[in-house]
């Protein structure tokens, strides 16, 4: 390390060098953070997380009776230990309560004064966070699993559904309307992601085993249909192409939105060249996936060597995205773990645990500074 700060120093090295190599030696030195709490406010499980990516210092957590938590992880006190402190959180006694599991919870990527929440009532609730009232509520006919919203999106304002039917909706916030229905899929949408690198460009996971890369500008249907075997077991059309043998219930895009993350119920992770659709065949190893709903994982972002960081039982399992290489298991839970989000600012990694509800904080053992 003395050495980056040396040729830095020097003017040798490009600043970001320094920064990626402490970034990963923290990423590769994660372990529970004992020092370190989060307040617990939920009574039951916890089923998806969200740090705001403006100040990366506010986290929503929704659980599975309906409630969201908003929580502040900066540490004001400065004193060695110190919990996380809620703010503020939708309970059960408030009026516009999920009345069901949230399954989703997502700030607004340019501006923390507004977040959205989709749940198993059928419904996606845009909040103002200041006021926590609700500005737009969507109704569906169809149970919510997953929605997202571009992280670069600067041309449009759409939020992308999935249900229990086998059609993808888009939710303009500007109109207050579903603008756009997205046909080819056979069966229940698990999983939505928007790419970080195009703001038009979205991927969809289903049930019927099949990941779709879509356009939302054309009217033709979608770019690719992922496709396991490269087309090289079967020459069938398209249409037949399947991502996994299983249900296709995660999808994470990486950083630089150059490759797309896939896992599924064949306990299978896959990495997908997210410009041509081809399968990269890099391979994970079994990664243990029974969720019977959206498996939500996440990436590193700004290491030497990116990392993947997926729920896997009771446990996080630490992946090199680019060799496969299992790096170590992040353990602590004692049942089975839903999500995971990544702090990029200090290297940890939140995870919360389906039940009971208890959200654990790991960092790397050094300071933050």
């Known amino acids: 390390m003395l050495g980056f700060f040396l040729a830095r120093q020097a003017g040798l090295d490009d600043p970001l060098r320094l920064r990626r190599a402490e970034s990963t030696r923290r990423v590769l030195g994660l372990e529970l953070n004992k020092d370190r709490d989060v307040e617990?406010?939920?009574?039951?499980?916890?089923?998806?997380?969200?740090?705001?990516?403006?100040?990366?210092?506010?986290?929503?957590?929704?659980?599975?009776?309906?409630?969201?938590?908003?929580?502040?992880?900066?540490?004001?006190?400065?004193?060695?230990?110190?919990?996380?402190?809620?703010?503020?959180?939708?309970?059960?006694?408030?009026?516009?309560?999920?009345?069901?599991?949230?399954?989703?919870?997502?700030?607004?990527?340019?501006?923390?004064?507004?977040?959205?929440?989709?749940?198993?009532?059928?419904?996606?609730?845009?909040?103002?966070t200041n006021t926590l009232q609700t500005a737009d509520v969507f109704n569906f006919e169809e149970t919510v699993y997953s929605h997202h919203m571009s992280p670069v999106a600067t041309k449009h304002c759409l939020v992308a559904v999935g249900t229990r039917g086998p059609k993808v909706q888009l939710c303009d916030l500007k109109s207050g309307s579903c603008s756009h229905i997205l046909q080819g899929h056979r069966q229940e949408i698990l999983a939505v992601s928007w790419s970080p690198r195009c703001e038009y460009v979205l991927a969809t996971a289903s049930a019927d085993s099949r990941v779709k890369l879509w356009d939302v500008r054309r009217a033709s249907g979608c770019l690719i249909t992922l496709d396991q075997h490269n087309g090289k077991k079967s020459q069938a059309v398209e249409s037949a192409n399947t991502a996994h043998n299983g249900k296709v219930n995660g999808l994470c895009f990486t950083s630089d939105g150059l490759h797309l993350l896939t896992v599924g119920t064949d306990n299978r992770m896959r990495l997908w060249n997210s410009s041509n659709g081809e399968n990269t065949l890099v391979n994970y190893g079994k990664v243990c996936n029974d969720s019977r709903k959206g498996l939500k994982f996440t990436v590193s972002y700004g290491c030497s060597s990116e990392f993947v960081f997926v729920p896997y039982g009771s446990t996080i399992a630490v992946y090199t995205v680019y060799s496969g290489e299992q790096i170590t298991m992040l353990k602590g839970h004692y049942k089975s773990v839903d999500c995971c989000v990544f702090q990029s600012n200090f290297q940890p990694t939140t995870k919360s645990q389906l039940n009971p509800a208890f959200e654990d904080a790991w960092s790397s053992s050094d300071e933050e500074g």
Not at 103 to 113: A, I, K, L, M, S
């Open 40 to 128: 617990r406010i939920h009574g039951s499980g916890v089923n998806t997380l969200d740090i705001e990516p403006v100040e990366a210092r506010y986290m929503l957590s929704g659980g599975s009776d309906g409630v969201i938590v908003l929580y502040d992880l900066e540490n004001s006190s400065r004193q060695p230990y110190y919990t996380c402190k809620a703010v503020c959180s939708v309970g059960r006694n408030h009026p516009d309560v999920h009345k069901y599991s949230v399954e989703t919870v997502q700030w607004y990527p340019h501006d923390t004064g507004m977040f959205t929440s989709s749940s198993f009532d059928k419904t996606l609730k845009v909040w103002d």
